[in-house]
């Protein structure tokens, strides 16, 4: 069975770094995608950025570029997405989802999905 | 970016009805077109890929249709564990969700 499970939920406060977890079970992880999605209260969710544990290759969504980081462990299965400097309009649900790619460059319709972390970023 | 746009945003019905949602992109998906569902403090769940293809496991009272830039929903009789909240996502250019449409009680 797939499964994504997430880190917790976590309050930060303006400025604050921040590192959440995606760990990955029950398939082959290096060879899927897996992405990072933002849903705002209220809002559809809306795709952050991609990596392909494999070679690492990562796509960005051109508004979170340089907003956000991601990464990936083959070692232990598992993705993160990193603020350096966190601000209130980061405060979201976050989910990781593994991606099923009709293409190399990714894009892809999303199979399975973690629990979501929910993000607050108060001072 | 490719834009999606659902109509409508709230749609009231009750159990038994028919009910069919549309969905519109900004450009051709060429069919790359999925659906999902999603419960409230649940992460949403992939329903239909490729526009019409059911995932395994999800009711066949579920159904999609559609190509180009047109794209329909169609629950055949709805069930008290359909009203939820249901999201296209185009996938022939990276990704983008609809905005949703939200299936509530009559």
């Known amino acids: 069975e797939v499964q994504l499970v997430q880190s917790g939920a976590e309050v930060k406060k303006p400025g604050e770094s921040l590192r959440i977890s995606c760990k990955a079970s029950g398939y082959n992880f290096p060879y899927y995608w897996v992405a990072w999605v933002r849903q705002m209260p209220g809002k559809g969710p809306e795709w952050m950025a991609l990596i392909y544990p494999s070679d690492s290759d990562i796509r960005y969504k051109s508004s979170f570029q340089g907003q956000v980081s991601v990464s990936a462990d083959k070692s232990t299965n598992t993705v993160y997405l990193q603020w350096s400097s966190l601000k209130a309009s980061d405060t979201a649900m976050y989910y990781c989802?593994?991606?099923?790619?009709?293409?190399?460059?990714?894009?892809?319709?999303?199979?399975?999905w973690g629990q979501g972390t929910l993000v607050t970023v108060s001072s | 970016d490719i834009q999606m746009t659902q109509s409508p945003s709230i749609l009231s019905a009750s159990v038994g009805d028919r009910v069919t949602i549309t969905c519109r992109a900004s450009q051709s998906l060429s069919g790359w077109l999925a659906w999902y569902q999603q419960k409230p403090g649940k992460a949403p769940k992939l329903l239909i890929e490729?526009?019409?293809s059911l995932r395994s496991g999800v009711p066949s009272r579920f159904s999609g249709s559609g190509s180009g830039t047109e794209f329909t929903l169609t629950i055949s009789s709805l069930q008290p564990e359909d009203f939820a909240t249901y999201y296209c996502q185009q996938y022939y250019s990276y990704s983008t969700f609809g905005q949703g449409t939200e299936v509530e009680i009559k």
């Open positions: 989802a593994r991606g099923k790619a009709r293409a190399p460059n990714g894009d892809c319709r999303f199979d399975s």
């Open positions: 490729e526009a019409s």
